[in-house]
Each structure stands twice: as structure tokens, then as C-alpha cells.
């Protein structure tokens, strides 16, 4: 059983296109994340839900914009997507707010803006 | 300013030598760092916790140290396989998580 999930694997689209990335958690845990891998491969976190509460929205663009249906879910939707988006997204979950616990990641989706 | 720089960028060694990979952090006040691998198109798995009373810790070929007075974390990779080729990302926590920018290792025949 795959502990994170996240669809689709790969995403090719044109610009100003409006696209979403789902994620699903089996783990039981009460956070969840979205990430951002560069080319550079820095990890950089962008939302963090709590038990469907927003508890982290660091500096992104409104045009990205999490929903979280239940604890176990954290979709992610991009507006008018501009080449600079393009990146690996990873979902991630963890037991706790509070980081002490280990993040447990999704395979990531890989979007391309052409 | 709270940072975490990992050295080397990348490294390449012959299977079934030892390598260790190095993190150095600037980050106040320290909670705990974590070592993550990061296989090609996957998502980071993470290695090991180290927290400030503890010096070292193994799980199986991986060694990491941690000396909080210098700031200063290693990860050991003894005997190494070709399926330890991956990136190795040190990420510490203070009030929030640091990730440092990675360590690409290649384990070559």
C-alpha cells in the first residue's frame, strides 16, 4: 500500500492553464504538505493543513491555492500557470504540526509549462 | 540567519567504498535534524533523527553524528551499493524546517 499518493506522476501543459495535483494520505496522520523541488533540487514548503485547517502559507504566488476536503486529502490547484512554475511538486504528511515527527513524502509530480 | 549547507555538491566513489557526506547549520535554537534519501524520482525517505543529547546513530550502513557545539552533523555510508546512488538531504529543525540543498551521491561498478 503507497503511504502517500499523489496524481498525476508527470503534468505537460501550456501556459495560462489552470491544472490540479490530488493527494492522498493512508497513513491515519493529521498534517499534511505541499513542496517544491527547483532545479536546483532545494525543497521548499509552500502550505501545511492541520486537520483541514491552513496552519502554513508561506510566500506563493495566490494563483496556487490547497484544499483539503478531509484530513486524509490535500489537492493543490494552479491558476494560469507561467513557466517559472515549472517544477516537482511533492505532497508530504506527518503525525504532528510540529515537525518532530519525520515527513513522509508522495513521489512527487514533475509539471512542465511550455 | 537560519541556514543549512551540505558538502560536498556531489560526490562519485567505487561500490563498496565508505563515504561521508557533511552538513553544517546556523540555526537557533536547534530542535532536532534529519537525514533524508532522496532517490532519482521519488520522493526523500528519511534516514535517521539525531536530537541534541544524542552523538550517534546507525541504521544498518548509515552512521550519523551530530556535534552540536560546532553545528556540525555527518552521515556515514559504510561498504557502499549501487542503490545508495541517490541525493542526501540534511534537514534541521529550529522554529521551523531547514532543508539543506542536498548531496548527490553516485555509486558506481
Known amino acids: 500500500d503507497t503511504a502517500v499518493s499523489q496524481t498525476p506522476k508527470y503534468l505537460v501543459t501550456q501556459m495560462g492553464n489552470d491544472k490540479s495535483i490530488k493527494c492522498e494520505q493512508n497513513l491515519g496522520h493529521d498534517t499534511m504538505y505541499w513542496y517544491k523541488q527547483d532545479s536546483k533540487k532545494f525543497l521548499k514548503i509552500m502550505f501545511s493543513y492541520n486537520n483541514k485547517e491552513l496552519i502554513i502559507n508561506e510566500t506563493v504566488p495566490n494563483r496556487f491555492s490547497p484544499k483539503s476536503p478531509d484530513k486524509a486529502h490535500l489537492n493543490l490547484h494552479i491558476n494560469s500557470l507561467e513557466l517559472g512554475d515549472s517544477a516537482v511538486y511533492f505532497c508530504?504528511?506527518?503525525?504532528?504540526?510540529?515537525?518532530?515527527?519525520?515527513?513522509?513524502f508522495g513521489s512527487g509530480t514533475q509539471l512542465s509549462v511550455l | 540567519k537560519n541556514q543549512v549547507e551540505q558538502s560536498p555538491q556531489s560526490l562519485i566513489i567505487l561500490e563498496g567504498k565508505n563515504c561521508t557526506l557533511q552538513c553544517n547549520y546556523t540555526v537557533s535554537p536547534f530542535s532536532n535534524l534529519r537525514w533524508y534519501k532522496q532517490d532519482t524520482g521519488r520522493g526523500p525517505v528519511s534516514l535517521t533523527i539525531m536530537t541534541f543529547s544524542e552523538n550517534t546513530k546507525s541504521n544498518g550502513r548509515y552512521t550519523a553524528t551530530l556535534d552540536a557545539d560546532t553545528k556540525q552533523s555527518s552521515l556515514h555510508i559504510t561498504a557502499s551499493q549501487l542503490s545508495d546512488s541517490a541525493s542526501y538531504i540534511c534537514?534541521?529543525?529550529?522554529?521551523?524546517?531547514?532543508f539543506g540543498p542536498g548531496t548527490s551521491l553516485s555509486v558506481i561498478p
Open positions: 508530504a504528511s506527518s503525525q504532528d504540526r510540529h515537525f518532530s515527527e519525520k515527513l513522509f
Open positions: 534537514v534541521v529543525k529550529c522554529d521551523k524546517v531547514i
